[in-house]
């Protein structure tokens, strides 16, 4: 506030090392809620100027007249009355209660009080003088100070320590006197740390001072501290050491108003940046803080650090604190360390007691290191917003002698700096680090190395002020607090949210988009809806109110979270504590006890791929089918991969159930041609209720599945005889199609009840093999038809969970069962499908066998080797259909249609004793004709007439 005042004053001069004294004499009447004041300022070598605004006619005219007139001597008084700070029990003036001067001024202040009432101010001498009716305290300050501050109040207790010629004191309320020697010594320590710095304490004494207001401000000789914050931890560990360094920073060097306020930004980088870098969380801070303005600044009214004065809202606080400390960081770098350090005293001890401006500190800097620093302190104090820039068109080439990194570094063309851009070149044994000056607008740059390089990592330590990449976004309370646009999932009225602006969804109408496009939150009624649409989560029990921020696993640039809340009105206590939590990703409380407090990960890095890591295999020593039972007979779930359409592997399949079955009669195979509801049918089949055709019938399986049967019926077969149960564990096709088309979003109600308890989404390193294998297989020649690989995913993430549900479920009914699972090798591969999914729910030894795959790291427990073979296939008629319907289009010579009489345009009708309707129906006839050793007759429709033809 007093920047602000002092910058619209009409008289607004500033005056270095100026002589300038002021006397105040005060008459406080607490009970009345009022101060009278009697004011003196005198400055021997120029006439006196000050904002009087505040004063009333006629004395404001007086005095104008008479700084107008050069002099040097102003005499003025007045009343104040403030309820608000000035009470019966405590006096609390901060803001700019006297007029002001545009010069530094040096103050004696005599308060009058009543007798039992403590005077602080900014003072190194302190009289108390005290009669029978009021007692009068002069305060001296005999170095000059841009204003005072006033504190009285009869409620302190006072407690000192002695420090060589620092006098230190503690003026707090009686509940908080316990804390007096821990404050002591933890500023005698924050005092020597900062002298090995900077020099010597400005002042003769140093004050710890409780206030009624939630304070935590620092004025020349003292510090202001709220009463409901004075006994946390943090304060005294950490703000406590920001308010004294103010102390040179800010109280005894001070803001030339003309260029910005540089002391907030320096004062956070020396106490709290570097008390967070000694504890090696300095990139965890220098992210938070880019976070921080990311999410509280806006583009159309971003401000440069010459234009920061004070922080009166986040979108300031941000910029002077946050950006601030990255400037001095970024400063501190330029120079080296330790001679930042060494010429930041230098200053420091030259300058104090003047007011210093950003170009004072450019223009001494430049003088120590005889180097320009004009550039830098143009793109950082004089240039608004971060660092925005795009890595563009990377390559890898050999030269002959070394590998050539090349790319374009393009910024935006409204925003374009010049900076010094750090890149990391890993290889597979080393590391090389470059700093790459970035000139213009687009930059191309060539980097060599030696190595094979593997990854090139853009400033992966946060060393620049700059835009995140998408990895690198931290997801806080706060961006969620922040968010342009928060969705909010929930069936019922809400009160109990720590969000102002945010749109509620009802759980049935949330759709893909949505979910893909905004920052979103669960609530206690949706908890399902985020299991099955994010990830598996499970809330305390303990905790009454919890939130967990996670990435959006379909968009990592926004966030998802998940808030288990009784949706009454937050408690206001937990409510205000949750203003000094936005940093955090998880918090559980029980009542207002904290039982969770975590940061988010910092480990995302931009990071562009050049090559994949060479991977080296070391052949196994190769070994029999008989030592692989061996090996995996302890297993209580065995997985078989298959490429559908080899033979050789059903075959493989087989030989496993059948050594299996025989070490364990309790076994269960499980299958992924099936679907859950169509169970029925495979236990009366392997009851013996029906036969091979009747379940295949009533499975659909020629609909579903449509592989080539006979691969599969001798095991089939195997397991009737043998009383094994076959599982069927995949989801229904209806299901699976439709969130192909419409995501899991579109399912309704009643289809949601059909999915497995939890969905995970969040193996990036599945959902991009996936994604890449979904592009190349339905690539078409036409460049408008897009592949939505997310859809695509959901439906194949939802395949995999229904199937580890199923296995798991089995698993559960019996502890001594087995299981032996025939599926796809695409869902075992890296054991990234079903396997790690099983282990979530269940964790028990399981292996993983693929086929005639190429051999890598951890793609499966066992690879198994077979020739190829050659097996029995269905019977076909020799015809070609038209696409939507049974009618023959062509015949192929000499193939049984062509035998049997069957003509182009004929109709099939029915197929022995099968009605066809479609073309599963037909395949269905034909295999049961075949398996039942029975000639094909097929009736054909034939323009008006009906035909039964029969093979020969």
């Not at 002695?162 to 509940?175: H, I, P, Q, S, V």
């Not at 939630?214 to 931890?233: A, C, N, R, V």
């Not at 099968?914 to 034909?926: G, V």
Request: hydrophobic share 40%; glycine share 4%.
């Amino acid at each position: 506030m007093f920047q602000k005042i002092f910058i619209a004053s009409l008289f607004l001069l500033s005056f270095l090392k100026a002589e300038c004294f002021y006397t105040v004499d005060i008459d406080a009447f607490p009970k009345e809620h009022t101060l009278k004041i009697k004011a003196q300022i005198y400055d021997p070598s120029r006439s006196v100027l000050v904002d009087v605004s505040s004063l009333a006619s006629p004395q404001r005219e007086l005095l104008e007249q008479k700084m107008f007139d050069g002099s040097n001597k102003l005499e003025f008084s007045y009343t104040i009355k403030d309820e608000t700070h000035i009470r019966e029990d405590f006096i609390s003036l901060t803001y700019p209660w006297l007029p002001m001067t545009p010069s530094l001024c040096k103050y004696t202040l005599r308060v009058k009080t009543p007798k039992d009432f403590v005077v602080i101010a900014e003072a190194e001498s302190i009289q108390e003088h005290i009669n029978a009716q009021a007692k009068t305290t002069e305060l001296k300050l005999e170095k000059p100070i841009d204003r005072p501050s006033l504190i009285a109040s009869n409620k302190f207790e006072t407690k000192q320590l002695k420090r060589d010629e620092l006098t230190l004191k503690t003026y707090f309320f009686k509940e908080h006197t316990h804390l007096a020697d821990a404050y002591l010594e933890k500023t005698k320590s924050f005092i020597e740390g900062y002298e090995k710095i900077l020099g010597k304490f400005p002042f003769s004494s140093f004050s710890i001072v409780e206030n009624l207001f939630q304070t935590g401000y620092s004025m020349p000789t003292f510090t202001l501290i709220g009463d409901k914050i004075i006994d946390k931890s943090y304060l005294i560990e950490r703000s406590l050491g920001h308010e004294i360094l103010h102390q040179w920073f800010g109280n005894s060097l001070f803001v030339d108003e003309k260029g910005g306020n540089w002391t907030e930004g320096l004062t956070t980088f020396l106490s709290d940046y570097h008390f967070e870098n000694a504890k090696n969380e300095g990139l965890r801070y220098r992210k938070e803080a880019i976070s921080k303005y990311l999410l509280n600044t806006r583009k159309d009214s971003e401000r440069s650090l010459d234009n920061f004065y004070y922080g009166a809202d986040k979108a300031s606080k941000t910029l002077g604190y946050d950006k601030g400390m990255f400037f001095w960081y970024m400063l501190s770098r330029e120079m080296g360390e330790e001679r930042f350090l060494a010429y930041l005293s230098k200053f420091y001890a030259i300058n104090r007691f003047s007011k210093v401006s950003y170009e004072d500190f450019r223009d001494f800097f430049q003088l120590q290191t005889n180097s320009s620093l004009v550039l830098f302190f143009d793109e950082w104090v004089y240039k608004k917003g971060v660092l925005s820039f795009d890595i563009t068109q990377p390559s890898v080439q050999w030269t002959g002698d070394s590998y050539e990194i090349s790319f374009d570094v393009i910024q935006d063309i409204n925003a374009s700096r010049i900076f010094t851009l750090p890149l990391h070149v890993k290889s597979e044994k080393d590391e090389n680090i470059f700093d790459v000056l970035i000139n213009k607008q687009t930059k191309s740059i060539k980097l060599n190395t030696s190595q094979r390089p593997i990854s090139l990592d853009i400033d992966p330590k946060t060393k620049l002020f700059r835009n995140f990449f998408e990895d690198e976004k931290l997801h806080t309370l706060e961006a969620l607090q922040q968010s342009d646009h928060l969705l909010v999932v929930s069936d019922k009225t809400i009160k109990s949210l720590p969000f102002e602006n945010y749109k509620q969804v009802a759980t049935d109408e949330l759709s893909f988009k949505e979910l893909k496009n905004s920052d979103v939150v669960f609530l206690n009624d949706s908890l399902s809806d985020f299991n099955r649409f994010i990830m598996p989560f499970k809330p305390l029990e303990e905790a009454s109110w919890q939130l967990n921020v996670f990435a959006n696993p379909w968009n990592k640039a926004r966030s998802v979270a998940y808030v288990k809340s009784g949706l009454d009105a937050l408690d206001a206590r937990l409510k205000h504590r949750l203003k000094y939590y936005g940093a955090y990703s998880a918090l559980a409380f029980n009542d207002t006890t904290t039982i969770l407090k975590q940061k988010p990960d910092i480990k995302g890095v931009w990071s562009i791929e050049l090559a994949k890591k060479q991977s080296v295999v070391e052949v196994p020593k190769s070994f029999d089918f008989d030592s692989l039972i061996a090996k995996i007979s302890g297993k209580r779930v065995i997985f078989v991969g298959e490429m559908h359409t080899n033979y050789a592997h059903h075959i493989n399949q087989l030989e496993v159930v059948k050594h299996i079955h025989a070490k364990n009669q309790n076994l269960v195979i499980a299958l992924e041609m099936f679907q859950k509801d169509f169970q029925p049918f495979l236990d009366d089949y392997v009851a013996k209720k029906i036969d091979l055709v009747e379940m295949l019938k009533g499975t659909e399986y020629f609909k579903r599945w449509s592989y080539e049967p006979y691969m599969y019926m001798p095991i089939f077969e195997y397991a009737r005889e043998n009383g094994i149960k076959l599982l069927a564990m995949n989801q229904q096709q209806e299901i699976t199609k439709k969130t192909t088309k419409q995501a899991l979003m579109g399912l309704s109600k009643k289809e949601r009840e059909n999915l497995p308890e939890a969905l995970d989404f969040t193996n990036d390193v599945y959902k991009e093999r996936l994604s890449d294998f979904f592009k190349n297989a339905h690539k078409t020649n036409d460049s408008n038809v897009t592949v939505d690989t997310d859809y695509m995913y959901q439906s194949q993430v939802l395949w995999d969970e229904t199937m580890a549900y199923n296995i798991a479920k089995t698993l559960q009914e019996d502890p001594l069962r087995q299981v032996v699972v025939l599926v796809g090798a695409g869902h075992l591969q890296s054991f990234h499908g079903i396997p790690d999914r099983l282990k979530r729910r269940v964790d028990v030894p399981i292996a993983v066998i693929l086929q005639d795959v190429e051999a890598s790291e951890k793609i499966a427990d066992f690879i198994l080797y077979t020739s190829p073979i050659e097996g029995k296939k269905s019977k076909k008629l020799g015809i070609y259909l038209d696409k939507s319907s049974l009618k023959i289009d062509k015949i192929i010579q000499n193939e049984r249609a062509d035998k049997m009489g069957i003509k182009k345009g004929d109709i099939i009708v029915s197929c022995n004793g099968f009605w066809t309707k479609e073309l599963t129906d037909l395949k269905l006839a034909l295999f049961a004709s075949d398996i039942r050793n029975e000639k094909i007759r097929v009736d054909v429709k034939r323009g008006e007439k009906i035909l039964t033809l029969e093979e020969k």
